[in-house]
Every structure is written in structure tokens, then in C-alpha cells.
């Protein structure tokens, strides 16, 4: 399989090359490439506190929230979701389930087509009590 996916006139090529598994059903790519006329965005952590600092505590409540304040981080920057070229989540006490939580969310922020790169990091706790997930993301924007 050999995949290729290009967005705002060629600034970033995502790629799942032959001879590695297909990641799609994980929600992610295995490669991405950057052209040398693109501006980088850099979106801190988004944890899964409402704008009022409040953390629920469900998982997917979490997962949704941070996920929309991705979305508003990336707004600011004039970038759109399709524009993530990368994504890191930690995620409190991983497990499959949780994955499966994760992915459909990310779907759902993201929509249709290729996802970004993405690293998961299952880790005993984040920043604040009570959170249980963090994204954060790099995009590409023309100069």
C-alpha cells in the first residue's frame, strides 16, 4: 500500500509506504512530509478543560474537549484541522478501550481522509487531577 494525500498546494504530503502495516483503522499515518515553503505551527497540550478550567470525569468528555480546543488553538493560527501534520496524546492509564475512545473522537475533530503522524504515550497522570488526555500538534501553513 502506498498512499499519498496532499493539502494546501503541496505543502505536506502524508504517506503509508509498502511494507509497513496500515495504521488508518489506529487513526493515524506513518509518514509525513513537510515542503521547504511552509510555515510551522506549534499548539501546546490541549487537555480536556472547558474554557471555565473544568475537567469531567469521563474519558471521552476529555477526549472530545481537548480536541475542541485543538480546534480553537489552530483557528487563532489560521490553520484548519486538516492542516495537523502531527500529533502527540498522552493518555492516563491506557488502554484499548480508551484507544478505540480516542480514535472515533479523533475521526469526528478531524474528518474524513488520511490522519496525521501520531505517537500515543500511555502515562501515569498528567499536569492537573483529574486529567486523563492531552494533544498536542504541529501544522503546516503557507509562509
Known amino acids: 500500500m502506498n498512499t499519498h494525500t496532499q493539502d494546501r498546494s503541496s505543502l505536506m504530503t502524508l504517506m503509508n509506504p ?3 502495516y496500515d495504521p488508518a483503522p489506529n487513526g493515524y499515518s506513518h509518514v509525513a512530509s513537510i515542503a521547504p515553503n511552509a510555515r510551522l505551527v506549534f499548539i501546546a497540550g490541549q487537555g480536556g478543560e ?3 478550567g473544568e475537567l469531567s470525569p469521563d474519558f ?3 477526549v472530545q474537549q481537548a480536541f475542541q480546543n485543538l480546534l480553537t ?3 487563532v493560527a ?3 484541522a486538516q492542516d495537523v501534520v502531527k500529533l502527540s496524546v498522552l493518555v492516563v492509564d491506557h488502554s484499548e478501550e480508551k484507544l478505540h475512545v480516542f480514535g472515533e473522537e479523533l475521526g469526528a475533530a478531524l474528518g ?3 490522519k496525521p503522524t501520531c505517537t500515543l504515550i500511555p502515562v501515569p497522570r498528567l499536569a492537573l487531577d483529574g486529567m486523563l488526555f492531552e494533544v498536542e500538534a504541529v501544522a503546516v501553513l503557507p509562509e
Open 112 to 114: 474524513e481522509g488520511m
Open 50 to 52: 472547558n474554557e471555565a
Open 60 to 62: 471521552r468528555v476529555q
Open 73 to 75: 488553538a489552530l483557528h
Open 78 to 80: 489560521g490553520a484548519r
Open 18 to 20: 509498502a511494507g509497513l
